[in-house]
């Protein structure tokens, strides 16, 4: 199964991004969380950056807001993942344009809810 980046990842069980760890997990995707401020989530180790990440990634699913991600544009570029999704919250049109430009699919929705609704 292909490799999903949770960008933002929390090891708090009320966040949406530790939702989207769990549920991706359960529908049986690999996930690498990323966050710098946490070595472990859910049982799975975390990358601390996406440079970090030396794997192929298939899905990169943004759970930062665009203060936070527009920073990050040049490593979501050299991680060149086939599509990332911006969740509710961090739709950001720097980042649609680049990471467009760039041959990068970008879906504004929401993971879980493109989850359950087989459309992951």
């Known amino acids: 199964m292909a490799i999903t980046a949770v960008l933002g990842a929390s090891p708090n069980p ?29 049982g799975l180790p975390v990358a601390n950056s996406l440079e970090a990440i030396s794997q192929p990634v298939d899905t990169l699913t943004l759970y930062v807001g665009p203060d936070r991600g527009e920073p990050l544009l040049p ?30 699919e970008v879906v504004e929705g929401c993971t879980l809810v493109m989850l359950k609704t087989g459309q992951f």
């Open 14 to 42: 009320e966040r949406y991004a530790n939702k989207a760890i769990r549920l991706l997990s359960s529908y049986g995707h690999e996930v690498i969380p990323v966050n710098p401020a946490f070595k472990e989530i859910e």
């Open 75 to 104: 490593q979501m570029l050299a991680l060149h993942p086939r599509r990332v999704i911006m969740n509710p919250g961090t739709e950001s049109a720097v980042l649609a344009k680049a990471l467009t430009e760039a041959g990068i």
